[in-house]
């Protein structure tokens, strides 16, 4: 979430390059989100969704690796608070008040969910999260389950996020005014009516 001022969008690309460089190495995948995906005017934060490597523990548990990334984000700018979720810093790469957050997507979070969720806006999440129990699903901690059975549905893309919803993965930057019309039509006549 933003706070400081905000910088415009090449720029903020051209950040998010540099992060992913020094990240990507250390993690099995990230993804650039926020309003940088969703390609807006001026950005106020970084974010980036990334899934740690896993390491096994001596009883067989799957840990993530968090060191190394905790490591390169004191290198990136001034720690502002972390844990095995998420992680900030701020005066990133010396730009005083630009903010990275990094949200760490490791189970039982779900890849797809997170990154839907992570990339916005906010209304559009809170929409599928509300509606998808109209079709018998509850999505709590980043993956879903039916709501009768606590079976797991899987969200490890971000189209079988939407689809608890009924909704189409639409491009990032059209997510603002499909928010806008899914909630209205909520408001109208409830989910998938």
């Known amino acids: ?22 990240i990507d190495p250390l993690v099995a995948r990230s993804k650039c989100v926020g309003s940088v995906r969703r390609r807006k005017d001026t950005v106020g934060d970084i974010e980036f969704v990334v899934e740690p490597f896993m ?3 001596l009883l067989g548990n799957e840990e993530p690796v968090l060191e190394v990334v905790r490591a390169t984000m004191l290198e990136l700018g001034d720690w502002v ?9 701020t005066n990133l790469l010396k730009h005083k008040g630009l903010t990275l957050d990094l949200y760490l997507a490791h189970a039982p979070a779900a890849w797809g969910s997170t990154v839907a969720i992570r990339t916005g806006p906010a209304d559009m999440g809170r929409y599928v999260v509300t509606a998808c129990r ?11 389950q039916h709501l009768d059975t606590g079976e797991r549905v899987p969200t490890d893309t971000e189209e079988q996020f ?9 491009p990032p ?21």
């Open 55 to 57: 390491h096994g523990d």
């Open 81 to 89: 608070k972390g844990g095995p979720r998420m992680m900030q810093v």
């Open 162 to 170: 939407f689809a608890l919803a009924s909704l189409p993965c639409l």
């Open 1 to 22: 979430m933003s706070v400081g001022s905000r910088i415009r969008w090449a720029e903020a690309y051209e950040i998010a390059g540099e992060v992913a460089r020094r």
């Open 134 to 144: 109209d079709f018998g699903y509850r999505h709590e901690n980043g993956y879903a």
């Open 173 to 193: 930057q059209q997510r603002e005014q499909q928010a806008q019309m899914a909630w209205a039509a909520y408001r109208m006549h409830g989910a998938g009516r």
